[in-house]
């Protein structure tokens, strides 16, 4: 049920997002939007907040005594003050730098495109403020499995950016409405994340503030990660610095490509991931090794086996699918052929992006805090180098290349080092390795319909009977190749849906 209620807000998440497509188009205006909205978040993984979001989750996920939720209760208050506390005085000193900030971190852009968004800015900064609270309140209910009501209170910030588009555009320009939206809707969800959490604040006294045992290991696990999130967010803040120096849209155009991949990614980590890491960190805790590792690689198996048939129709009919998409208003087929490739390797990197997700779960739960940040550093380290040199061969595309290999690298290291956590893996990556080899067959089946569609009936009319006749085959080759290789889990998952 959570993964279809999420699969429903995040509709409305693509129709937002195609809306805003067709308004701003290809532009130098929509990279200065989807530049700037991305920001807070990112700096708010930078700083650690977003470390302490993920340690709080998996610490307090282990707890189960009422002792335990004692301790929990205490915990929470206490890092809810600190936030309090320390967020406004961080969003004070970003506010008042923003301007070098943006020129750090956007160096490539124009005076026309900075002094826009020196603008925009001032109402795109202070949503870092609200989703650093909103950001603790969903760990906190997730790790007590309050999965539902995060997740439904989301909607309202997509809401509000949709209502903006058709109000009277302030200084005469939508990327401002977009900015005024998203900071009202972030306003207002982190307000009735705080309402609708009223259980955490019994006995809260906003003026007693004392560290506790649970605190205090929150923090010491969430140090010792800091730096792998450090230079994850430096990697990301890299793709757009490097393709900032490229005119003509480029970041849009990135961005753009990801989007349908992007939230196929957010929908994993909001349902997938933080459920996994929730039941991995308690089963851990209650010493179920074999169970946490059932747990583990059946997530894993299933969600590619659903994964990976996407990927191959995305690559297949690409053409297809930005077509129906994006291309209206003004996103024409010019803005189309700049999201075509980098489309390809953002959908290919679906897949790795599963895998690593999955494999920080299972590290996170495990509490294996040093050998994540040993990994990932290393890794996103070479992708800062790599996203300089991809962008310097093959252009603006270059980050979605780069973006591919690094997260592909850190997920094969991640799943290798699972021998460290349980027995010889190689029986579960062999099953793994046939749900890849199911798809690669499955696309070069698809190329080659599609090529003897050209041969026999010329190209056939209609966007969508094409996108049609492409999933059809495709869904019909993967299941008979899964089948064949028996790693078809089409009847496990039917019957995982009904039963909840």
Known sequence: MLFLITVLLKLLDVIKNLIIVSKLGVTDNADVYWALISLPEGIIVLLGFDTIRGVSNSEYSSIGSEKGLNSLLESFQTIFKLLIIVSPMVFVVLFVFREDIIRLLLPGFGEEKLHLSYSVSMFIFPILFFKIIAGFMVSVNNSVKKFYFPVLV???????????????????????NLSIAALIGNLIYTLLLILGSKEFFRTFRLFELKIDDLTKKILKASSSIIVLVIFNQLYLFSRNYFVSYFPDGAISSVNYAGTLPGILNMLIFSTVFSVTLSHLSSLFHDGKNNDAKSLFW????????????LIALFLSGNKEILSLLFLRGSFNLDALSKVDVPFIWESLAMLSVVLSLMSTSLFLARKKYLELTLIGSAVYIGGICLNYLASYLFGYYGVSIAGFVTTALFAIVMILRTRNLWDNPWQHINSLTLILASGVITMIGALLFEWLLELFAGEIQGLVINLVLKASFVSVVYLLVTSYFKVNFLKEIKHFLKST
């Not at 989301?154 to 401002?176: A, D, M, R």
């Open 154 to 176: 989301s909607s309202v910030i997509s809401i509000s950016i949709i209502v903006s588009i058709f109000l009277n555009y302030y200084e005469n320009e939508l990327v401002f």
């Open 298 to 309: 059946n997530t894993i198996l299933r969600l590619l086996f659903l994964v990976v048939p």
